[in-house]
């Protein structure tokens, strides 16, 4: 006897990918890689083993996809931050506190980044891991290199200014955010750091010209 078709129906489906992963990733990120175990995933997402592996495959598998999202949230997040009509100084500015208010965003305590924070140990003896962030980290790098390149063809930036390692320090202020952050460093302390190296990129490489003219010119009343 042959069943009709359409009187079968599969099991509906009982969790909603995104906000499992969701969970999923505050779990990995309150407690690291190595430390969260699968009870703890299961706890997190509500759904049991059988259930997590039929998703998203084994602890490393849904790591990795909590990962990658992280990495395109982030680099959504700084390309609305580096939009090209505000000046150089202003992105740069929009990105920390972008950045600190994902850092700060815990519910009892300061996360920091979450690459940072659960990929740095995981990687020693991972390498395709290790190459995912390493990635991770100059995809960041490119991002703040574009928007300097493009800030040095409009003058903001001196001609013989490299972008290249103007970009990479950059970024290492976002890692030092992101590691001060979890180590319970306020953010107004925080904040104040991120605009010391907001100025330190912008007019320390602005064109000796220009920095001659906006000195010579008074302050507003």
Excluded: H
């Excluded at 969790?15 to 969970?23: F, V």
């Excluded at 990795?64 to 939009?83: F, H, I, P, S």
């Excluded at 990929?119 to 390493?134: F, G, I, K, N, P």
């Amino acid at each position: 006897m042959v069943q009709n078709s359409k009187t079968k129906r599969g099991r509906p489906r009982a969790y909603d990918p995104d906000t499992a992963l969701a969970r999923a990733m505050a779990a990995f990120w309150d407690t690291g890689y190595s430390a969260t175990s699968l009870d703890d995933l299961s706890a997190a997402t509500g759904m049991n083993r059988p259930s997590l592996y039929a998703a998203f495959g084994d602890k490393r598998a849904l790591y990795r996809k909590a990962l990658d999202q992280y990495r395109a949230m982030g680099e959504a997040a700084m390309a609305d931050a580096l939009a090209s009509d505000i000046p150089l100084d202003e992105a740069l500015r929009r990105v920390y506190r972008t950045a600190l208010s994902v850092y700060f965003s815990g519910e009892t305590s300061a996360r920091g980044c979450f690459m940072i924070g659960t990929a740095v140990t995981a990687v020693v003896v991972d390498s395709e891991l290790r190459a995912a962030l390493a990635d991770g980290f100059r995809s960041f790098d490119r991002a703040f290199e574009d928007r300097i390149r493009f800030a040095q063809q409009n003058g903001e930036i001196a001609d013989g200014a490299d972008p290249t390692i103007l970009a990479q320090l950059a970024s290492a202020v976002l890692y030092f955010l992101a590691i001060r952050s979890r180590a319970g460093e306020t953010r107004a302390a925080l904040e104040a750091a991120a605009e010391g190296a907001v100025a330190f990129i912008c007019v320390t490489a602005k064109p000796k010209a220009r920095r001659d003219r906006e000195d010579r010119t008074p302050p507003a009343r």
